[in-house]
């Protein structure tokens, strides 16, 4: 008798520390939060991809101007990754990239977000693709395509927005 009224005081200690609320709040049970379903729009299988593409470009040195130089400029990397991970047309200059997607906070940025900068005077003049914890790939003048931090200071003070491309309503394909 005594393990049974043992065994079922143990079974009501497992289902009240299994209740969906705090316990020792002092407001009371929270009352329940809806869930919003969220479309994915990409699997992780398409990002690890994203993310093969991107690895392509590392080292690769940077093309100024003139159209005699081998490489490519910040522009052309990113017009090129999209177009070869799910062949979305970008704008060919920055300005105009700037002006595709979706505006995104600072505080938001996802992986494939394009991320812009003033680098010469007033006018968005630079252009990476967000890899994750606060880094972002683009073409540079010295090194070629690398990887930076947006918290460097170079980089803090010349961030001007972000751009999202990666949604199924913003993406303009040749499909």
Known sequence: ???????????????????????????????AREIQPTQA???TDDYIRLGLILREYLGKPYRG??????GLDCSEFTYDVFRKFNRTILPRTVADQYKEGREVRRTQ????????????????SHVG???GHSEFMHATNS???????????????????A?????????????
């Open 1 to 31: 008798m005594k393990r049974r009224l043992f065994g079922c005081l143990i079974l009501m200690l497992v289902a009240v520390g299994c209740t969906p609320y705090a316990r020792y709040s002092k407001y009371g049970p929270e009352a």
């Open 41 to 43: 729009t990409y699997t």
């Open 65 to 70: 101007k003139s159209r005699y130089q081998q």
């Open 109 to 124: 940025l996802a992986y494939g977000d394009l991320v812009f900068f003033r680098t010469e005077r007033r006018k968005v």
């Open 129 to 131: 693709i967000y890899v």
């Open 143 to 161: 090194r070629g395509v690398i990887i930076n931090n947006l918290t460097e200071k170079y980089w803090a003070e010349r961030y001007v927005g």
């Open 163 to 175: 751009r999202r491309i990666l949604d199924k309503e913003t993406i303009k394909t040749s499909r």
